[in-house]
């Protein structure tokens, strides 16, 4: 019996009989998990995505092209100029970065932050629905696919005890994660157990979360205080749901549990962002300081998802400032604070944002952009091979543009992804990834150290 | 209580086991009822009532086994017209909900003017403090606490006194609008009623929190309502003619290129509203105030609306249309806009109701789906929506969501056939499109049973309805149905929410369900109370505990699990009750 599966025993019984969860002994736990990690830490890709259809061109702006000004009267992003905080921010002479991606200047200069520019699904629907969900099962194209990539990749990696191993910090499990592999979805780690029962709890004085005052006509006399009964409501919910068929509804029931535990024992929420950081406000940010508490209690995160909605600008769109301005810097502002919180740690992490299309390169009647083709990823951390924007660009010029409007896509978003997973995640065999497509490491654009 | 025109003996036709076979009967313009024959053995009852209302309660249950369950569908699918009053006097408090757009805008619209004057003070504030303020509007708002909050307003009040004529903030008016779907979920008789409007709404989702949009859903919801078993057609027309959808898809704003908005002031252009603004406001209620930018404004077409009318609304993203009909669809609908609100409309018109703005328009016939649309000013846009609701891929799609909702995640499609043929037959007749689903052997028979999970909104409500809880205040509810992934009336892109279990099926939903479970049980849900009485006295068992609950049963191992719990000293009634409604059986419906 190896310890691993004696540790799933230890938690199993002694839940069952009603002990404490928390009481089990952490160090145990911890040396699971730090032995667990073969040869030093695991490998964590994070993927970040857009929802709603970033516009790539005002996110990392082809200044240096005079079509891009043309066809944006009213959202071009001014070229750079010294002293002027509305225009972008230079990158090489070409390309700048949207002034509100400020946090971001210093990791491209430095080497840690990575651009892939025209880069984005070959599916040419322009619908926000079927592209979100083809660059989330890998097969643009194909509607029958039932699982995601992230899913499928992690069950080509070896086994694992992590419950945490696909992670996403979202109230709904992406469709990149859905499929035959566990995978974990919680909106707040410090909310993630079952509510203990208040008329006990209220008895025994535990300083617990969630606690809110005396049921009615709940007393019980004779039980007060036993840590008996405590977490009497957790331990029968996971008995009915161990019990439960195994569809998906038991599986994700048992994978509560499981998870629940494994949160306990490793109490993430200590760790707090290192002196010095701070997240912005917003779910983004939020999302990412959490995450970063996870990798960092060791829970064996690898494959790991955040997302951000609200970047499908028809109208309004703004240019240094506005709407796509405000998301841009909350973009940033959550990447640089989440690569200087993980610190010496992003040796082994990647974060590649990812959005389901780009936008059309001339604006639209109203001030926006509507649903376009090619966008721009960033990439950060690990072997990344960054200062530079990476991917074949072309000049704005109609001939150039996809269907004589759009961004081409000259970068399958399979390719990035295949590149991180290659080179940073070090699997090499992904036909079962992207079924139905071949990723060659000669096409991969070298965003990444091989 | 009147059923319908319908004779009991009327009835009686159709067998569900036969429904293949028959197919359209000949000359039948009149509605193929719902089979009288439809067993109406417990199970079948419990069934029909879990996928036709929010959850079964104790009192429709209770109906059922007393009319039968065909008569019972009849009832539901022509409901009496008399108003149902218990559920009007829970709604009664909710005033906003009483009143149309323009009233709510004239009483908690904060004016354009004042509100960009707000954000630019307060995005100068948040950048001197080093801050961002990337949150939504309204976000920000509810991210504050009560205390905050109330500040907040004062000091708003202070600084513009525009501001203390109005009666509250927008923040109510969606407030409400949550509160008043959980109510009448919860509470109303005509449940089948209340999940078609949850359904339409859906399928033609708008989001509360873009603009104005958030004033004008109470008028777009009694819209889709009074159409909700009427004719495609005219649910597809009303809803392409509401500001609501107008403003959600940004159609209202577009308009032909060479178009300047000076001409549209004329008097004779717009409903005789000759009131020109040289200063019109941005397009969107998102800030823009780059001082920077070009004065000139640019004008064009929008396609936002024209794509999903045709991907969502109507034919399905599968449904044979390319990019040069969105654009083309897109051309049709210029000029399609709101009266108060279209390009450098009169902003203190606050009417908000559909116009078509002439000059706006992009001249010339248009080409969609291989069809010639002639040059024609309004008509065209009817044109489209005639072509596309009576397109066959809009008959499958439809009908394909309809056999999801009510039979199955992944819907059989034979039926999906037989419900497409229906709405072809019919003209799109929503109600005989139902009939043809709830007489089949796919939704009455075994196989599908349990077979779905319910959503986060399904589930809240049907504790709700299963518990007998009184709900005195439903905003706590909302709030959960927010927490587990669904928030009412802000699912932001035009796709509404999944209706299949894969979406709502994760670690982190599951466990909000069996908290929210425990918490209800044990009265811990503000402003909800369970009778006490009735669930945690002491002759009751855990048997006829789950009996209420689950009329559908426990699994023997679930009933195991549970008697050992109840076998407990000290192991109370509610906590029972909160482990049967966060039990696996519980989830599905």
Known sequence: MTLNSSRRIFLKSSALAGVVFGAAPRSLMRSVFAAEARGGRPKTFVVVFQRGACDGLNTVVPYGDGGYRKARPSIAIPAPKDGDAAAAIDLDGHFGLHPALSDLAPLYRSGALGIVHAVGSPDNSRSHFDCQDFMESGTPGVKSTSDGWMNRFSAALPRTESKFRSVALTQTLPRVLRGASPAVALARIDDFHVREDIAMSEAAGMPRAGRRGAMEGGSRPGMAGTKDADDSSAAAFEKLYADAAKDMLGNAGRETFEAIEALKAADPARYTPRAGVSYPRGRLGDSLKQMAQLIKADLGVELAFVDIGGWDHHTAEGASTGQLANLLRQLGGSLSAFHDDLDDRMRDVVVLTMTEFGRTVRENGNRGTDHGHGSVSFVMGGPVKGGRVHGRFPRLSEENLYEGRDLPVNTDFRDLVGEVLVRHMVVSDLRKVFPGYEVKPQAFVGALRS | ?589
Do not use: C
């Open chain 2, 1 to 589: 209580m009147n059923r319908n025109r319908y004779s009991d003996a009327a009835l009686r036709v159709v067998l569900a086991g036969q429904m293949a076979v028959l197919g359209p009967a000949p000359g039948a313009l009149a509605a193929s009822p719902v089979t009288a024959s439809v067993p109406s053995d417990d199970a079948t009852a419990i069934h029909v009532l879990n996928r036709l209302t929010f959850g079964p309660s104790e009192k429709d249950l209770a109906r059922v086994r007393r009319v039968g369950v065909s008569a019972w569908i009849e009832e539901q699918l022509r409901p009496s017209a008399a108003a149902d009053t218990a559920l009007a006097t829970r709604l009664a408090p909710l005033e906003t909900l009483q009143m149309d757009t323009a009233e709510l805008r004239a009483k908690y619209e904060i004016p354009p003017d004042v509100r960009q004057q707000i954000q630019k003070a307060r995005a100068e504030r948040d950048a001197a403090e080093g801050k961002t303020s990337a949150a939504a509007p309204g976000e920000r708002f509810e991210q504050m606490d009560a205390k905050a909050r109330r500040e907040e307003r004062e000091a708003m009040v202070k600084q513009f006194p525009q501001l203390a004529n109005l009666q509250g903030t927008p923040q109510k008016v969606v407030g409400e609008l949550q509160a008043g779907k959980v109510l009448r979920a919860a509470y109303a008789e005509r449940q089948l009623d209340e999940v078609m409007a949850d359904f339409w709404f859906n399928h033609f989702n708008v989001f509360a929190r873009k603009g104005p949009v958030e004033f004008m859903i109470g008028d777009y919801e009694r819209g889709i309502r009074e159409r909700a078993f009427g004719k495609f057609e005219d649910l597809l027309v009303a809803v392409a003619q509401s500001p609501a959808m107008l403003f959600y898809l940004d159609n209202w704003q577009s308009v032909d290129p060479g178009f300047s908005p000076r001409d549209l002031y004329r008097p004779q252009t717009m409903g005789g509203r000759p009131r020109p603004n040289r200063n019109p406001r941005p397009a969107d209620s998102g800030p823009s105030g780059n001082t920077k930018q070009p004065p000139r404004r640019a004008y064009g077409i929008n396609e936002n609306y024209a794509r999903e009318l045709m991907e969502l609304h109507t034919l399905g993203v599968d449904g044979g249309y390319t990019q040069a009909d969105v654009v083309e669809v897109a051309k049709a609908f210029t000029g399609w806009t709101i009266l108060g609100e279209g390009p450098g409309g009169p902003r203190r018109n606050k009417e908000s109701r559909f116009a078509f703005a002439e000059p706006a328009h992009v001249k010339g016939d248009k080409h969609v789906l291989g069809f010639t649309i002639r040059n024609g000013g309004e008509k065209e846009g009817l044109e489209i929506l005639h072509l596309l609701a009576t397109h066959p891929s809009t008959a499958k799609f439809i009908s394909r969501k309809l056999v999801q909702r009510f039979v199955a995640d992944r819907p059989p499609q034979a039926l999906v056939d037989r419900a497409a043929a229906t709405f072809t037959r019919t003209g799109g007749d929503i109600r005989e499109v139902l009939r043809t689903i709830f007489s089949s052997e796919e939704f009455l028979g075994p196989a599908y049973r349990s077979a779905k999970i319910k959503t986060p909104f399904e589930f809240v409500v049907s504790s709700v309805r299963a518990t007998g809880a009184e709900v005195k205040n439903p905003r706590p509810l909302s709030d959960k149905i927010g927490a587990m992934g669904m928030p009412l009336y802000l699912q932001q892109p035009p796709t509404g929410y999944k209706d299949a279990a894969e979406e709502w099926v994760s670690t982190s939903s599951l466990l909000e369900r069996m908290n929210f479970a425990l918490d209800l049980a044990a009265g811990r849900v503000r402003g909800v109370s369970i009778d006490q009485r009735a669930l945690n006295n002491p002759s009751a068992t855990l048997d006829s505990v789950a009996a209420q609950l689950l009329p559908g049963g426990l699994s023997p191992k679930s009933k195991e699990t549970l008697e050992a719990e109840a076998a407990k000293d000290g192991t109370n009634k509610a906590m029972l009750v909160g482990l049967v409604l966060g039990s696996p059986e519980f989830q599905r419906k």
